[in-house]
């Protein structure tokens, strides 16, 4: 081959691969297509950018913060090269577009804003989560059918979004966590062949899980926590092999826990917390031979804690708190030795400490609390040398306390107040400085007294000691210079603390607790005088039998609780307490005080968030002064003498004040009217307030709770009172309303009593069809059920009538259902809708004019206790039907024209003879063999009454049994105050207990 031809060769060879490297050159440059960058640069108009707004960000598990990726966009610029922009090397198409965290504000206004995107034919992965867009996704989003990622987590989206994701089917990714989405998982779920992390947590997601997710045979995470699943579980989510991570929690799921988890041999993760899971935790749970954390609290588990937990070698942390779970610890927890935290409290486990735990040397957090161990705590437990925290209060754990506790090297934390310890405390020999700074003893047996030995725990903040059956040397806490919070209620043993002693041992504590102790507060020093560098916080009097208010708390400028309830102080509140710049908190109530003292300075707190002085003897107008403190949210004047009417000034709290009560007053005049538009709770039960219901109720709408109770308002039904969302609680009982009672929809309200007025007229059929809560019931937000009407500090109250007798619901649990209509003139027949109240508990309709029927559908009110339809004019005969409700345990027909058999059930043959006088026509075993004489003509009056206290006597004993027995444990949270039927139309006598929380700036943990 010639030399020109061997150069033509070459030069043909060189230009034909520089044309491989130029187009390699330019296709490294991208130069994204025209046509997809206007597109973003459209879409990128949508949105605006507030810096303003931006936030924190877990970016990929590092946390960064939001910044604006659309500014980098611009007309002359290749938008490959843009801010959360993605091209392919090749086709030059945008396949990702992630603005993730970039301050974007706005929202989708139409289905053009997303079908613009159809422009971009290759985009695979959209991600605009942590952003602030809000309102609803379009359904367009269905036509990006390329997309394998999907990411709109934390932001405000809404409404229904799945039904339109029904086309993307090749999904991998999809999360929508942390939104107000709604509507329901639907059964096509199944379809996304592809999906591998699914995120639907933290919106308002609700219904069931379709058998359907069980065919996502690539997912290995599913998280559906923090919304409103119910149901079961499906067995089909056994097939999903390759799930590691399955979060179920905080919803309200119920019924077993299928048994086919265990087959997820891959799972790491798992957490059911927050439900309603009931039965057995199952044994399979063994096999998830991976997992690394186990959730089961709160929900309804019962029996004993499976032996295959111990089979779980890689288990770090179980948390089964909060259910009904017996029995020991097993004995297979020995073989956990990746386990570092240890949550059982609030069970009824029982059983001597779990010696199990003490061969987990990695343990350092264990929760025994509340349960029902017994024994000694064993003196070996140092094995446990990296235990920083161990919580046993609420058991009848006994013997004393091993000093080798207090040689732990990381413990910080010890719970054990409640028990039965006892002997002398010691703490050892701690060679090195203690890292214990929480050490709560309280409610124990110890004996003899606290050493100077403590000091050795020179890094203690918290110290509770209470109810020691020794003498205690406040001095002894100077040595304890970290000191912060010191519980020392109810000293058995030491007659006499002089506050001022005491104070003086320290020059900063954050809260000093002495109540029902004898407390010496004399005033003979002068201010100057006083504990001139203490500075205290939180301070705790209250049943101190502390006769003088103390001088010495004038000059505490950091104080922002104080509790001196319950004492024996008389006289004026002094002027100076107003003028406490960080007091927040003031509970005055159970004392003799007759006024409030002005300040001579006109600048009041303006901090006091939580005013009590209920059961004094104030007297007079309500003072003006509660007006000027503008953060005032909680006013409890009850139990006192004030007259006059409630004061317009009051209006300047309208947007602060959530709780007003001063029921068992003299107030008088008109209820005022657009006053306190932000209130929870309204009481003004038991004055003398007359006019009408303002009708500016209506704009209440955070109202609960409204008991006008034993006044002399003088109005029609409240229908319109039914706009109130959140209205839980209404009390119109011994008023003078009138008229008839109009069909209204509430929705929220659990306990109405309109009792002992003057309504008239009948009632529709269907007039209770819209009561929803009294239907079904419904869970709280934490997934509970026994929660308490009320917020922070202060809990409502109320009284009930039934027959003769007053209960006294101190708290009022959110489950508590009751219907009183009675003391009215309502006639007609009893509405079938009644059988819509499943979850009514009380009901009572007696001393009106109902005719016909009792209406068969109560066989449906599955949950009543208590029924008396006494003392009107119905006929026919008693449902047998209702012999089956199991709960019924207080009733009474009696005073009707009731013929045919008594139902048979146990609740029936319980009653006295009383429930069923005066009905010529009834019969039955029951009534034939110990009630021969009610069918006689009633004896005249002054026969009567002898024979009558007899049967209350019984009735009472027969509604004391019942409250006992009262379903949930509501007994717990009353107090039953039994009088005889004279006192039925008496107004109730002063409430000698308000409910409320004393602020406790330390709680106890799990």
Known sequence: MSISHMTLSFLFLFIFKFQDVTAFATTARHLCRPEQRNVLLEFKKMFEIRRSSSKLCNINGRIVGSYPKTESWGNNSDCCYWGGVTCDAKSKDVIKLDLSCSCLHGRFHSNTSLVMLQNLPSLKTLDLSNNYLYGQVPSSIGKLSCLTSLSLSNNRFSGEILPSLENILRLAFLSLSNNLFSGQIPLWIGNFSHLTFLDLSSNHFAGQIPFSVGLLSQLTSLSLSDNQFSGQIPSSLGNLSHLTSLDFSSNQFSGQIPSSLGKLSHLTYLQLFDNQFSDQIPSSVGNLSHLTSLHFSHNQFSGQIPSSVGKLSRLTSLDCCENSLVGQIPSSFSLLNQLTNLVVNSNKLSGNFPIALLNL???????????????????????????????AYDNSFGGPLPSSLFNLPALTSIYLTNNQLDGSLKFGNISSPSKLRV??????????????????????????ISHWNAHVDFSIFSLLRSLQRLYLSHLRATPRIDLSTILSCFKSLDLLDLSGNHVLATNKTTVSDVLPSLVISNLNLSGCGITEFPELLRTQTLLQTLDISNNEIKGQVPGWLWMLPNLGYLDLSNNTFIGFERSTNRKLSSVLGHLFGSNNNFSGEVPSLVCELHSLRTLDLSNNNFSGSIPLCMGNLKSTLSVLNVRQNRLSGCLPGNAFESLRSFDVGHNQLVGK??????????????????NMINDTFPFWLNSLQALKVLVLRSNAFHGPVHQAAFLKLQIIDISHNHFSGMLPSDYFVNWRKMSSRETNEDGSNLNYIGEGYYHDSMVLMNKGIKMELVRILEIYTALDFSGNRLEGEIPKSIGLLKELHVLN???????????????????????????????????????????????????????????????????ACSSFKDNSGLFGPALDEDCRDIHRPSSPPYERLEVEEEEEEEDVFCWIAA????????????????????WFTTPFGRNKHRSRSTPTPFLYPS
């Open 693 to 710: 219901l303002p009708r500016s109720l209506v704009h209440f709408s955070a109202l609960e709770v409204l008991n006008v109770e034993s």
């Open 845 to 911: 309709l007696s001393n009106n004019a109902f005719t016909g029927h009792i209406p068969s559908s109560m066989e449906n009110l599955t949950a009543l206790e208590s029924l008396d339809v006494s003392q009107n004019n119905i006929s026919g005969e008693i449902p047998q039907e209702l012999g089956n409700l199991s709960y019924l345990a207080y009733m009474n027909f009696s005073h009707n024209q009731l013929v045919g058999l008594v139902p048979g059930g146990t609740q029936f043959r319980r009653q």
């Open 963 to 982: 409250a006992i027995g009262f379903v949930f444990g509501l007994a717990i949270g009353c107090i039953l105050v039994c009088y005889k039927t004279e």
């Open 439 to 464: 050490l709560s003893l309280g409610s124990n047996k110890f004996k003899g007294p606290i050493t100077s030995s403590i000091s050795k725990l020179a890094n203690l903040e918290v110290l509770d």
């Open 361 to 391: 040397t990695k343990l350092s957090y264990v929760s025994l609390s509340n349960n029902r161990f017994t024994g000694t705590l064993p003196p070996n437990i140092t094995s446990l040398s990296n235990l920083e925290f161990i919580s």
